[in-house]
């Protein structure tokens, strides 16, 4: 069965620096969520979003931003980055609001 | 905010069951309650999800108080592959976000 999709797997950065990260969601899901998990800790929310309107929004730096597009596939752009924003990111599809399914991840690291 | 009360840690021998439990005192009626686990460093992996009902599936057992106030996910015949961190999650399916609290870390002993 297909699964969620992301990309790249891994990422290095420079401070300061801009990142994107993708997202695939399962199809036919028309739900997306963006995590972000730092070494050591429990995934946070980030923002979600439902039929390509954003639905949901948590604990995201300013200077990030994200989208869902028309295929519904999704993308969080990092912007300014920080050594603090090294972390594994993952986004997770659902269909409306149930079960929600998780990709591998993105590792990013910033350096 | 926390929904749920989940102890840190546990252990469990390959081949017995695992009972984790799960307190969510102030759970809504609308509230389901779920369950997922993250193996290092992986994305977190669903398990089960049920409402007031108890719940199985291929992976395991969800028992559900009757008052829904508390809640315990069983795998009935731990393996080494089970050692993960288990989530319990409680969520409205028009909610549109899965809070992860810290969750019980479980260790599957040979």
């Known amino acids: 069965a297909a699964g969620v999709i992301q990309s790249p797997r891994h990422l290095i950065k420079e401070k300061r620096e801009t990142a994107t990260l993708k997202c695939y969601p399962i199809?036919?899901?028309?739900?997306v969520y963006w995590y972000q998990q730092g070494p050591g800790q429990d995934p946070q929310f980030l923002i979600s979003f439902y039929e390509k309107m954003q639905s949901d929004k948590g604990s995201i730096p300013d200077r990030f931003s994200a989208q869902q597009f028309s295929d519904y596939h999704s993308e969080l752009n990092m912007s300014s980055l920080e050594l603090g924003d090294s972390a594994l990111y993952f986004c997770a599809s659902s269909l409306r609001s149930t079960e929600a399914f998780f990709g591998q991840g993105t590792r990013l690291t910033v350096v | 905010d926390a929904k749920t009360t989940q102890p840190p840690s546990m252990d469990c021998a390959e081949g017995r069951a695992a009972n984790l439990p799960c307190n969510h005192s102030?759970?809504?009626?609308?509230?389901?309650v779920y369950w997922y686990r993250q193996i290092h460093s992986q994305g977190p992996q669903y398990i089960i999800h049920g409402l007031k009902n108890n719940e199985t599936n291929e992976m395991a057992s969800l028992i559900i108080t009757e008052d829904r106030k508390s809640s315990t996910l069983i795998l009935p015949h731990a393996t080494l592959r089970d050692t993960a961190v288990y989530y319990c999650i409680v969520h409205v399916n028009t909610g549109n976000q899965f809070y992860f609290g810290t969750g019980t870390s479980l260790t599957v002993i040979p």
């Open positions: 102030t759970i809504s009626g609308n509230e389901y």
């Open positions: 199809p036919r899901h028309d739900t």
